[in-house]
């Protein structure tokens, strides 16, 4: 038997709010931008050669989105698998130069891209493409208003928003307390020395981060490190709430004191920790924050026996 192996995008464009996607026209059929994998490249790497290639685009491409695909056809009389890997990339513009190959293009909505693309796989991809989109877009217009709260009068946390980080169609959400001074110069969750016990007690307890949506109750640096207030935690909570009903977890790692009252309302991680609590369809679990495993070697311990429960749960779920 032999094996093949080839990457593709879909590529998309928003108009009037809603996405439309390219198809490509070949004489006998139509298709996304796709093609080989040559040597040496990756997935991703040829699946941006092949958008190229075939439509002199440069979008791009959604982070943490891959989705394959296998079947199996005949050459001749030798049996063939084949392997896709697919990718999703937004353009900035319905411009297209298509490659010799090609006869036409067509940007569609997701209904007449199901009844126009040729091949069985584009079509069962493109419903969880649509809904990954879907989801990106919901995302980066909370995003846009939520680094807008600094233009309100009184601020007093750092004006650098730090959005969330990870799939957008995760089950798991981690949720902290708010940035750290170097999240707040990265703008990125959980990278500074909190962030790397939190990697390896996650590692420890066989959780991959990057299979989890991590975002803070606070997406703003409270100035000297401290817990961000009362009327702060008001303010952005309904972003984190915003932020869950787009992901949809299935669970909810609450990290510290200022996420457990957020989400469960009352309690605290000395009193709660290690214990499933069940609501709306999630479950949440709450723990303590790496910051004060940092602090504290008995606490460090508590937090890994928490996380390996935690992966026991979700495992048994």
């Not at 891959?66 to 005949?74: A, E, L, M, N, P």
């Not at 957020?262 to 999630?282: F, N, Q, T, W, Y």
Request: positive net charge.
């Amino acid at each position: 038997m032999k094996f093949e192996y080839s990457a593709g995008a879909f590529v998309y464009f928003i108009e009037d709010g809603k996405p439309l996607y390219l198809l490509l026209k070949r004489e006998q059929d139509t298709d996304i931008p796709k093609g080989h994998i040559e040597k040496g490249e990756t997935a991703l790497e040829a699946a941006k050669r092949e958008v190229k290639e075939e439509t002199g685009l440069e979008p791009f491409f959604l982070p943490y989105f891959s989705i394959q695909t296998k079947y199996f056809f005949y050459e001749g009389k030798e049996k063939v698998m084949k392997t896709v890997k697919f990718f999703i990339a937004k353009s900035s513009t319905k411009s297209v130069k298509i490659s010799a190959e090609h006869v036409g293009y067509a940007w569609l909505d997701q209904e007449s891209m199901l009844l126009q693309a040729s091949y069985k796989d584009i079509k069962e991809v493109l419903p969880k493409v649509y809904e990954y989109v879907s989801r990106y877009e919901a995302m980066s217009k909370l995003n846009e208003d939520y680094a807008k709260l600094p233009e309100m009068s009184g601020w007093q946390l750092s004006k650098n928003f730090v959005p969330g980080e990870g799939p957008l169609n995760a089950s798991i959400m981690l949720v902290g307390q708010a940035p750290g001074k170097q999240e707040d110069e990265q703008r990125r969750p959980f990278v500074g020395r909190s962030g790397l016990l939190l990697n390896t007690l996650l590692k420890k307890a066989g959780i991959k981060r990057d299979r989890a949506y991590i975002t803070s109750v606070v997406q703003f640096y409270p100035p000297g490190n401290r817990e961000p207030s009362p009327s702060e935690i008001a303010l952005c909570l309904p972003f984190l709430k915003r932020q869950i009903d787009i992901i949809k977890p299935k669970f909810i790692l609450l990290l510290g004191n200022v996420a457990i009252g957020a989400l469960l309302g009352k309690g605290s991680a000395s009193e709660l920790h290690g214990k499933p609590v069940s609501k709306d369809g999630i479950t949440y679990f709450p723990t303590f924050h790496p910051a004060a495993a940092l602090r504290f070697p008995s606490i460090r311990s508590e937090m890994e026996k928490d996380l390996k429960k935690f992966a026991e749960i979700m495992k048994a779920i």
